[in-house]
């Protein structure tokens, strides 16, 4: 290796140092990027299915709501009419209506436990994954730290020797 270029002058020592940086930059390989993609691939898909299960939720929670105020309206109405003339048969329908809300507020309190419960599911899954994608990621960065100190040396080997004149410059 020579420091002088064609035109017999002398190479700077910032383009040597330059030129040594990006070949050093260029070959940091974490052999683990690869499983760290993945890992940050399925934190993604869990955080998407989590909020998913939340929007569900929040959904089928206006919908027992709504269930809900029919019952209060229907019960409303009830009093209201009792208070004037009502049929039997009336009282019946209203009855029966409110037996199906009441069956409808069930089963919308079930879909939201059973939400509730895979909300649960899908935290404890994003959190384990989470995990895993950090400790990759702190490996990453040990492995790029040790990665930074031998260049860090190699570099100080390099400067010394351009220092010294080894490449021809008097």
Known sequence: KCCINS????ISQLDNFYSFYLDNMARFDFKFQHIL????HKENLLQ???SQLKRSFQHEESVLWRIED???????????????????QEIMDYHNF????????IAQKNKLERLSTEIDDAISKLVHASQERKIFEKLRERKWDEFRLEA????????????SGRCGIS
């Open 7 to 10: 035109k017999d002058r002398p």
């Open 37 to 40: 993609n993945i890992k940050k």
């Open 48 to 50: 998407e299915g989590l």
């Open 70 to 88: 029919k019952t209060k309206e229907c019960l409303f109405k009830l009093k209201e009419l009792q208070a004037g003339i009502i049929s039997i």
């Open 98 to 105: 409110l037996t199906s809300l009441s069956e409808d507020i």
């Open 152 to 163: 860090n040396k190699e570099e100080q080997e390099f400067m010394d020797e351009v220092a």
